[in-house]
């Protein structure tokens, strides 16, 4: 079970991610780096949900460790995708 504390801090980080996204997206249009920005603030979002509400945190490390791997399978995924496309035209 997590403390209330705990659960509040969480819960005003992904209204702040949220916030965060929706500024970043108004700024320019286009931007590969919005992008980027918007998916790292993404991610740290899925990673504090999966640490905390999946309770992924009081695992043993064999369970952590596991977690990773999808983690780094989308990550080659999603580098060979923006590889796959030229930027310079």
Do not use: C
């Amino acid at each position: 079970m997590m403390k209330t504390s705990v659960a509040i801090g969480i819960w005003a980080y992904m209204v702040a991610s949220a916030v965060i996204e929706v500024g970043l997206f108004d700024v320019d249009k286009g931007a590969i780096n919005t992008d980027i920005a918007i998916g790292v603030v993404a991610a740290a979002g899925a990673a504090i949900t999966a640490l905390f509400s999946m309770g992924l945190r009081e695992e043993n490390t064999a369970v952590k460790y596991l977690f990773l791997i999808p983690v780094l399978l989308v990550a080659v995924l999603i580098i060979t995708l923006v590889l796959s496309f030229p930027l310079i035209q």
